[in-house]
């Protein structure tokens, strides 16, 4: 199987290339591409990226809540998959929020919601558990219906006080992230 990879920032991109370094043997063949930051962007790389049979977009996020507090498998490094994505706060006088977009899961890991913003997201009433990224609302209109989104729970909001985030997700491995695509069985 071809899969694509996209990732919104190099240093997701870097870190893809430095786990598939870590694996041996590779069943499915890949190909790992930037798109950038941002609604736009992903959707100009998700437009040009190459025939596969499947396109991943995989990236670092935040989530609401307090890492103490959330189960296990919602701490730092793990993965979760998107399943249900919204868009607030968008400004280009077409629409204020977006309509719930939704998929069903691809994966056997958490699936959560993201919220899309280009926005800088004050309120602190957003559900715990809630994912923040600028793409995936974009990737979810654009998708094919065997594509899917992964993210790696990298910080947790609201933050306390000014964060280094590549310090923050020095430590964090995407080796996890090939586990689970050499796993996928064609369809």
């Not at 204020?96 to 977009?101: A, C, I, T």
């Not at 997201?121 to 219906?145: A, Q, S």
């Amino acid at each position: 199987m071809k899969i694509t990879i996209l990732t919104p920032m190099d240093v997701e991109r870097e870190k893809m290339l430095d786990a598939f370094r870590e694996v041996s043997s590779l069943k499915h063949s890949y190909e790992v591409i930037s798109s950038g930051i941002g609604r736009e962007n992903t959707a100009k790389g998700l437009l040009k990226s190459p025939e596969s049979d499947i396109c991943v977009l995989v990236g670092f996020t935040a989530i609401v809540g307090k890492e103490n507090s959330l189960p296990k498998e919602l701490k730092k490094g793990e993965l979760v998959e998107v399943v249900a994505s919204s868009l607030f706060g968008y400004k280009g006088e077409i629409f204020e929020n977006g309509k719930l977009k939704l998929s069903s899961p691809k994966t056997n890991l958490p699936c959560l919601s993201s919220l899309t913003s280009d926005k800088f997201v004050t309120t602190t009433d957003i559900p715990i558990g809630t994912l923040i990224n600028m793409e995936d609302y974009t990737f979810m209109c654009l998708k094919r219906p065997q594509d899917f989104i992964i993210r790696i729970i990298s910080d947790f909001l609201p933050h306390k006080e000014e964060i280094d985030f590549f310090k923050v997700i020095e430590d964090i491995k995407f080796t996890k992230v090939i586990e689970l695509l050499e796993n996928l069985k064609e369809e």
